[in-house]
């Protein structure tokens, strides 16, 4: 019987060393601050507001808010974002996405600051990630699956990962920071040929598609780790990952459930990434 790994442990002790950094930062007169550009009022970027409020709250660190118009035009938002780029008392930015239609997010990515940028929306910090660059941002979730397997000592060097989804927050970043690891990385998406054979060959499965309990027992190595990506409502309404957990945990050694796995640490990494962004802007 594999093992569940959630993900509250793993936030918890990034949230207690990042108070701590937070307090030491604060003796030197620097206060680190987020600023949340929210456009308009989607129910799931509000509720993934509340829990980074109140986890920036219990470290420490300043919030803000800018809720902009749903009808904002091109223009005014690029404005708005060129202010709290100048503001010295911002040291990270998050924009939630997608932008509504008027927005061309094409063109607001090189508009962000890239030393702001705490969930990889400027290509300064995509080049990063493929540079193996440490003074850039990865996107917080596929931040939050490589501090998982560390928090519960997976061994990357060497081993098989194999990630299922090549978006540009989920699959793609995460196969750069596998390979940055030293794991030998394979990508599969919606025209991989055979994947349950594909994905058998993985010491460690990531899985981000979007399709609600798709990767059963048939696609996994047995004693392997899987990580669970998917956010989906299954056929009861309730919330599930890609990974049929019920049908897979015999067989795997370790594996995040949903929810409460890799949901519940990237507001953690968001903060880590201010912090980090505070130090750098700082140079402490
Ligand atoms: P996305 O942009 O829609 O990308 C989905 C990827 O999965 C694509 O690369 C697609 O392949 C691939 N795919 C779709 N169906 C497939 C199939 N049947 N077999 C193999 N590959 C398939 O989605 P995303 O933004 O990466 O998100 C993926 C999932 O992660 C969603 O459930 C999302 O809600 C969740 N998510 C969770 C968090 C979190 O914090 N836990 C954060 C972000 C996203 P093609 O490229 O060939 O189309």
Do not use: W
């Amino acid at each position: 019987m594999g093992q569940i790994i959630k993900g509250k442990p793993v936030a918890d002790s990034i949230s207690e060393d990042l108070t701590k950094k937070v307090e030491m930062l604060k003796t030197k007169g620097v206060a680190p601050k987020l600023t949340i550009v929210r456009v308009g009022v989607n129910p799931s970027d509000l509720a993934y507001e509340r829990g980074a409020l109140k986890r920036f709250a219990s470290i420490g660190i300043a919030t803000e808010v800018k809720e902009l118009s749903l009808e904002i035009t091109q223009g005014d938002f690029i404005s708005e974002l060129e202010k709290i780029n100048k503001d010295d008392s911002v040291n990270g930015i998050l924009i939630f996405r997608p932008l509504p239609k008027q927005l061309d997010e094409k063109v607001i990515k090189y508009i962000i600051a890239p030393e702001k940028d705490v969930d990889c929306l400027s290509p300064v910090n995509v080049a990063k990630v493929m540079e193996n660059d440490a003074t850039g941002f990865a996107p917080c979730t596929p931040s939050a699956v490589m501090e998982i397997l560390k928090y519960y000592n997976v061994p990357m060097k060497g081993k098989k990962a194999v990630v299922v989804g090549r978006s540009m927050v989920v699959g793609k970043p995460v196969s750069m920071l596998f390979l940055n690891e030293n794991a030998t990385v394979t990508i599969c998406h919606s025209k991989t040929q055979d994947i349950p054979t594909v994905c058998e060959d993985g010491d460690i499965l990531v899985v981000g598609i979007g399709k609600a309990k798709m990767i059963d027992s048939s696609y996994v190595k047995c004693g392997a780790v899987v990580i669970d990506v998917g956010i989906n409502v299954d056929e009861n309404g309730n919330m599930c990952g890609d990974v049929d957990t019920e049908d897979c945990l015999d067989k795997v050694s370790m594996l995040t459930p949903v929810p409460e796995g890799v949901g519940s640490v990237t507001t953690s990494i968001l903060a880590k990434h201010v912090v980090k962004a505070c130090i750098q802007q700082n140079r402490i």
